[in-house]
């Protein structure tokens, strides 16, 4: 098993990391640029489409790259440090359940031309008679398809499928949010397809939240460089020292266990399923905390809008709750069996 990037790879993550760069940095979530509700991404979807990125897992009769699990991982990575909006999961995982499933869109979803959006559980639901219940639609307000995040992987169906919907407060401003409800709904795609992408979708959440931590520590030690305090750069004091210290500990175990991850579902290994979840638990862990400590090392300005500390945070309590929190996940790695 060979962990390191090879030249190619390093190629896509500057490419992608130089694209988001120019025509999505952090800023643009600020209140000043583009005001604090809703989704400022839309537009970058048919770019990131021509450039192929968001088919590179897909195969190529399906209009994707051809690539892997490690490339798409590697992609979300930069996703993260970007905050880059959460409908771009709907768009990934949608398209390779539309592939499966033969429905003839997965083409036109990697082309950015088709919106497709989240449901994430409230509560339980049943799938006896179809999928039933309670459920949280994210960037579903335009979207034709839904991508289900159900425990026993995603699920795709139609936007129609959904009734009762209704808008509902958010903590993170830019992710909106709907209430909706499923009676027995049919998915699109079939339940073997559904628990074949489920290691994919924990891993590309965990990469998602790799990012975040990285981007994280990056601000923070970025600004303990510049702000002082009695005549001295913060970043000299040993508490915040240690602060980023951990920090960056933190970033590099969630990138690393990432990295294994996805290789084992690149290899579509028997334990992929077991270090996907792993693979998240770490990395979200690490988000969480990092986007903390990241305005703690900000002090007082790092609870206001006039910094992008508190958006790292609040996206990644976001990545935390999709397909279950950091409770059900450890819950659900409990009761998998450990790889030999």
């Known amino acids: ?31 000043d640029k583009h005001g604090q509700i809703g989704n400022p991404d839309v537009s970058l979807w048919p770019q990131l489409g021509e450039l192929g990125f968001l088919g590179l897992g897909l195969a190529e009769d399906d209009g994707g790259i051809g690539l892997g699990a490690v490339e798409e991982a590697l992609v979300f ?41 989240l449901a994430n559980p409230r509560g339980a639901i049943t799938s006896e008679n179809g999928l039933s219940g309670s459920f949280h639609l994210m960037e579903a307000g335009e979207a034709e ?19 009762d919907g209704e808008s509902c407060p958010g903590m993170d401003s830019h992710n909106l949010l709907r209430r909706a409800t499923l009676r027995n709904a049919q998915p699109l795609s079939s339940v073997a397809s559904s628990n074949a992408h489920r290691p994919r979708a924990l891993l590309l959440s965990a990469a998602y939240a790799s990012g975040l931590s990285k981007a994280a520590l990056d601000m ?9 305090q ?14 980023c210290a951990d920090m960056a500990i933190a970033a590099e175990v969630a990138s690393c ?16 399923l077991y270090h996907a979840t792993a693979a998240k638990l770490v990395a979200v862990d690490a988000a969480l905390k990092n986007g903390a400590t990241n305005i703690q090392v900000h002090g007082a300005i790092g609870f206001t809008a006039e910094t992008d500390a508190h958006v790292y945070l609040k ?6 709750v999709l397909g279950g929190d950091l409770r059900k996940t450890r819950a659900s790695m409990i009761g998998q069996a450990a790889p030999a």
């Open 1 to 31: 098993m060979y962990l390191l990037p090879t030249d190619e790879q390093v190629q896509i993550v500057d490419t992608v990391a130089a694209f988001l760069s120019n025509l999505a940095p952090v800023e643009r979530l600020r209140p």
């Open 315 to 320: 996206r990644a309590h976001t990545i935390d």
């Open 230 to 243: 009695f005549g001295k750069l913060i970043g000299s004091f040993q508490a915040v020292k240690h602060k």
């Open 145 to 163: 398809l839904i991508v289900v995040l159900a425990p026993d992987g995603p699920y795709l169906l139609p936007a129609s499928a959904f009734e």
């Open 257 to 272: 266990q990432v990295d294994f991850a996805s290789v084992v579902v690149a290899e579509n290994r028997s334990d992929a």
């Open 220 to 228: 923070a030690v970025d600004y303990a460089k510049m702000r002082e």
């Open 77 to 117: 990575r930069e996703y993260g440090r970007n905050l880059v909006s959460t409908e771009i999961f709907g768009i990934t995982l949608g398209a390779h359940l539309a592939a499966e499933s033969n429905l003839n869109r997965a083409s036109e979803i990697v082309a950015g031309n088709i919106r497709v959006g």
